[in-house]
């Protein structure tokens, strides 16, 4: 089974800290992705990478950045975080872009 | 990315057929339709996908009518498991950029 870990399952930060949410997979996958979930809006797409370095805006890229230094790790950086970046962080991989693999999910907390 | 509309929620009892609409009139040639399923408190998991006709496998059935314009996921004789919320998502295979959508919140009860 494909399995892809997340950091943490709960994280609460003050605003203005600096927040790494770490994601890993197995399955060595090519692409790796970051969405935040947020009743009624669904799962929105941050960033996403499809090789090691390489890396792609999403629909909400603006707060976040990301980084992919080895192929099964890809990192989502709140450089300084904000109230509303508190929300549900996803990260999936996939071998190809429409069956994707998803972790359990991070919920952020930012007081 | 061709937009999709699906119902908000839908109520349905153990035991039942639950069909999910999705309608999706701007598809285009290349997109495909795939549908996601998730549980409360985990991301969401592939269910299945489909170009055209219909597709099945051991957890739900796919139907696509000739003209695309819309898709309807079948789950057969649903269980109280199977309260989730599921996603339809259309687009090409090499588009990178899904959207998911707020999805439709299917509960079944006793």
């Known amino acids: 089974d494909v399995k892809v870990t997340q950091s943490s399952r709960y994280l609460v930060k003050r605003t203005g800290e600096k927040v790494f949410l770490e994601c890993v997979q197995d399955?060595?996958?090519?692409?790796m992705f970051w969405y935040r979930q947020d009743p009624g809006l669904g799962l929105r797409l941050i960033y996403f990478?499809?090789?090691?370095?390489?890396?792609e805006k999403g629909d909400i890229p603006e707060g976040y950045s990301v980084s992919r230094e080895k192929k099964e790790r890809f990192s989502l950086i709140l450089e300084s975080a904000s109230t509303n970046q508190t929300s549900m962080y996803l990260c999936?991989?996939?071998?190809?872009?429409?069956?994707?693999?998803f972790g359990p999910g991070t919920r952020l907390t930012v007081t | 990315l061709a937009k999709t509309t699906q119902p908000i929620s839908m109520d349905s009892y153990e035991g039942q057929e639950v069909n999910i609409t999705c309608s999706h009139n701007n598809i285009a040639t290349n997109d495909y339709i795939t549908w996601y399923q998730q549980f409360p408190s985990q991301g969401p998991r592939f269910i299945i996908q489909?170009?055209?006709t219909k597709v099945t496998n051991e957890v739900a059935s796919l139907f696509i009518p000739a003209d695309r314009k819309s898709s309807t996921l079948s789950l057969p004789r649903v269980s109280l498991s199977d309260t989730a919320v599921y996603y339809c998502?259309?687009?090409?295979?090499?588009?990178?950029?899904?959207?998911f959508g707020a999805g439709t919140t299917v509960t079944v009860r006793a």
């Open positions: 990478s499809y090789d090691v370095k390489m890396k």
């Open positions: 998502l259309v687009g090409d295979l090499d588009d990178y950029k899904l959207s």
């Open positions: 399955m060595d996958h090519e692409n």
């Open positions: 999936a991989s996939s071998p190809e872009s429409y069956e994707q693999y």
């Open positions: 489909g170009y055209k």
